[in-house]
Structures are given as C-alpha cells and as structure tokens.
C-alpha cells in the first residue's frame, strides 16, 4: 500500500518550452502534497506543499510563477515548469501524505521526474 | 545558519558488519527526526523516525539514536548486506513546523562482499 506514481519518470525539453509533471498517489487519498527538487549530489528541496482544493505555499526563493501547482483532486497533483530553462534541470520528486498533519504522518514519496533543459 | 550535514564521504564496510552513519543538526529544534533511504534515480524511502524525547528506536536491523544535547543521529544498520548499498537520509521536522521536511544531504553507503 501507499503508493505514490510520477509521469514522466524523466523528460527533456527545449529551453523556453513548459513541462508538466503528474504526481499520484495509486491507492490512498493525499490531503497533502510535496514537491521537492534534488540536483545532484545534493539534499532534497522542499519547493511547495499542496493542499487538496487550495493554493500551493510555496518555499522562500522558489517562484510561484515559474512553478505552477495544481492539487485538483485527492489523488494527483502536477507540476508545470513554465518558461523551462537550463538551470531548471534537476530530479522533481512528489510525496503524499495521509493528512495535514500530525508530524508523524509518513511521507510517502514518488520515484521521481528527471528533468533535462537543453 | 541552519545546518543539517551528513559524512560527505561514502561509507565503505564489509558484509556483515555494523554500518554508522551520522546526522547533526545546527540552529534546529526538531520535534521528530527522521531516516529514508535513497536508491539512485529513484525517490527517498522512509525507514525510521524517531521522537524529541525518544533516545533510541529499533526495527529489525535498524536503529537510530537521537540526542538532542549533542544535537546528533546515529543510524546503524547491523549484520550489514550489499543489498544495504544505498544513500542514507536523514531529515527534520521542525517544533511547530506542521509535517514539513529539511534534509541532509545524505551518505553514500557501500557494503562489500
């Protein structure tokens, strides 16, 4: 159980084209959603957390602009990179967790989407 | 500034041996502490967590300390098993900062035959 899909598992774009990546979560409702990013050799990013029916809050330098999220429904949630440019290529990863809160609630994460801008 | 480091440097041990791997943390006050593991190219999978007031958790052959003077982790792995290879993470969840993440930037483990 608690699974969490991504699609596409990896993507390469022209620069200035948009890329919309899909998070699901297969077999349980996510009140919440994360979105985060991982360039390599490096931690993962908290970009924005998403809430079911709400607008996304974002995380301080990450624009809300460029990034669009969309939590349409309990079980997905995408990501648009508009405008994508070279330094937009990184590993985007979603996770899903059960409620809002509380802190014990396991984040269940995605297999991530490898972005590539050339 | 805030700081959560992990060894930079990967971990090399032998089969069968106990694996140690450290997280400190710097200008945090975590509630809850928590470990994933990371195989390459894919998403970060949770192992452990453990609580402010906890010392120390265990599960099968995991266990994790947290102490909250020495603002430090340990995530051991014991009888160690090449299928262990992966990156190790550890990640906070800040007093007050609902079920939001901070991670470490995580150490390579590599378990030899």
């Known amino acids: 159980g608690a699974v969490v899909s991504q699609h596409p598992s990896w993507v390469i774009c022209k620069s200035g084209t948009s890329v919309k990546i899909e998070c699901r979560s297969l077999?349980?409702?996510?009140?919440?959603m994360f979105w985060y990013r991982q360039f390599p050799k490096q931690s993962l990013m908290l970009m924005a957390t998403s809430n079911e029916g709400s607008k996304a809050t974002y995380e301080q330098g990450v624009e809300k602009d460029k990034f669009l999220i969309n939590h349409a429904s309990l079980t997905l949630s995408t990501l648009t990179v508009t405008s994508a440019h070279p330094e937009d290529s990184s590993f985007y990863i979603c996770?899903?967790?059960?409620?809002?809160?509380?802190?014990?609630?396991?984040?269940?994460f995605g297999p991530g989407t490898r972005l590539t801008v050339l | 500034s805030q700081k959560i480091e992990q060894n930079s440097e990967a971990l090399n041990i032998q089969e069968g041996k106990t694996a140690t791997l450290t997280c400190n943390y710097t200008n945090y006050s975590p509630a809850y502490l928590q470990w994933y593991r990371q195989d390459p190219g894919r998403g970060p999978v949770f192992l452990l967590l453990?609580?402010?007031?906890?010392k120390e958790k265990r599960k099968e052959r995991l266990k994790v300390t947290f102490d909250t003077t020495l603002k430090q982790s340990l995530f051991h792995i014991t009888a160690s098993q090449p299928a262990d290879s992966a990156t190790y993470l550890c990640?906070?969840?800040?007093?007050?900062?609902?079920?939001?993440?901070?991670f470490g930037t995580g150490t390579q483990l590599k378990v030899e035959l």
């Open positions: 990640a906070l969840i800040q007093s007050g900062g609902g079920n939001k993440l901070t």
């Open positions: 077999d349980f409702q996510a009140t919440t």
């Open positions: 453990i609580r402010e007031n906890e």
């Open positions: 996770s899903a967790a059960l409620g809002a809160g509380p802190p014990t609630d396991t984040q269940y």
